[in-house]
T-cell receptor, first 115, second 118 residues
Framework: AQKVTQAQTEISVVEKEDVTLDCVYE???????LFWYKQPPSGELVFLIR??????QNEISGRYSWNFQKSTSSFNFTITASQVVDSAVYFC????????????FGQGTELSVKP | KAGVTQTPRYLIKTRGQQVTLSCSPI?????VSWYQQTPGQGLQFLFE???????NKGNFPGRFSGRQFSNSRSEMNVSTLELGDSALYLC?????????????????FGEGSRLTVL
């Protein structure tokens, strides 16, 4: 079965704190992609990152970083020095073969960053 | 460049009616996928179209259908609406179709059409 689990339903932090959003996935496929999206109150899903299952290098983009560990089927997302504008719902998703437009989403983690 | 455009943004229908939602993908994107988002079930894949052909389908009843036009614009239709169809319907476009793996396979979403069924 293919599944994505985001165990943290809600997280609340104070501005400038670092926060890590967990994502664990299940798949028997060897080739797949993993995504992270941000959903602000407006509803649009904002693309953050797409990672190939063969690329386990960690990635950093500004205050955002991602830790992909195939051995534990995890693709965690860390925001450093959080800001109020980071408040949103964050979704992790699995893109199984045959790739394309089908994503299997986790339930999302609602992040609240307070000033 | 312009993003994914969905219309209408909001609509209210009554049970038994039907509804048609429209999605215009990013210019050059030929793959369009549809998702339903509800508080209880989260984000669920409905179907994907590429070159006017349905390439992938989620687990939804036949009341949910879609199509894609030659200009890549897509519509989805829900017939005989039920209260449980109230949801945010999101459309995503990408360069990638099912079965093709390319480096720039990001999916870009529109702001969605919020449907309320009374």
């Amino acid at each position: 079965a293919q599944k994505v689990t985001q165990a943290q339903t809600e997280i609340s932090v104070v501005e400038k704190e670092d926060v890590t959003l967990d994502c664990v996935y299940e798949t028997r496929d060897t080739t797949y992609y993993l995504f992270w999206y941000k959903q602000p109150p407006s509803g649009e899903l904002v693309f953050l990152i797409r990672r190939n299952s063969f690329d386990e290098q960690n990635e950093i983009s500004g205050r955002y970083s991602w830790n992909f560990q195939k051995s534990t089927s995890s693709f965690n997302f860390t925001i450093t020095a959080s800001q109020v504008v980071d408040s949103a719902v964050y979704f992790c998703a699995l893109n199984p073969p045959p790739q394309g437009g089908k994503l299997i989403f986790g339930q999302g983690t609602e992040l609240s960053v307070k000033p | 460049k312009a993003g994914v455009t969905q219309t209408p943004r909001y609509l209210i229908k009554t049970r038994g009616q039907q509804v048609t939602l429209s999605c215009s993908p990013i210019s050059g994107h030929r793959s369009v996928s549809w998702y339903q988002q509800t508080p209880g079930q989260g984000l669920q894949f409905l179907f994907e179209y590429f070159s006017e052909t349905q390439r992938n389908k989620g687990n939804f009843p036949g009341r949910f259908s879609g199509r894609q036009f030659s200009n890549s614009r897509s519509e989805m239709n829900v017939s005989t609406l039920e209260l449980g169809d109230s949801a945010l319907y999101l459309c995503a476009s990408s360069l990638v179709a099912s079965g093709r793996v390319v480096e720039d396979g990001e999916l870009f979403f529109g702001e969605g059409s919020r449907l309320t069924v009374l």
